[in-house]
Nanobody, 127 residues
Framework: QLQLVESGGGLVQPGGSLRLSCEVS????????IGWFRQAPGKEREGVSC??????????YYADSVKGRFTISRDSAKNTVYLQMNSLKAEDTADYFC??????????????????WGRGTRVTVSA
């Protein structure tokens, strides 16, 4: 059973940076597509950034709202996927979740593609 644990959330000022970590256990992270999702109060969960498995093509996807500011990466030695978030804005405030699955449709980052979820970490961007 794949298990995912997020960490790295917190309070940051607008323009600041945070790095979220998604530590994976139960199998090797490179075999899975891993996605980062977020859910703001009163809103639906949305895809932020996803990375396909190394055995697929390892391609990445970013939501338009985070392109150029967020970077997803995978460290196979640490079995961890990171989300580096720069130039944070108030609208980035949300609970952030990572999720994994064997294979996902390329070119998208949709919640319904993922069966295994972490419990989330909260990011608050505020002055």
């Amino acid at each position: 059973q794949l298990q995912l644990v997020e960490s790295g959330g917190g309070l940051v000022q607008p323009g600041g940076s945070l790095r979220l970590s998604c530590e994976v256990s139960g199998d090797a992270v490179e075999y899975y597509a891993i996605g980062w999702f977020r859910q703001a109060p009163g809103k639906e969960r949305e895809g932020v950034s996803c990375i396909r498995s190394s055995s697929s093509d390892g391609t990445t996807y970013y939501a338009d709202s985070v392109k150029g500011r967020f970077t997803i990466s995978r460290d196979s030695a640490k079995n961890t996927v990171y989300l580096q978030m720069n130039s944070l804005k108030a609208e980035d405030t949300a609970d952030y979740f990572c999720a994994g699955d064997w294979e996902v449709v390329p070119g998208q980052c949709q919640t319904y593609d993922y069966d295994h979820w972490g419990r989330g970490t909260r990011v608050t961007v505020s002055a």
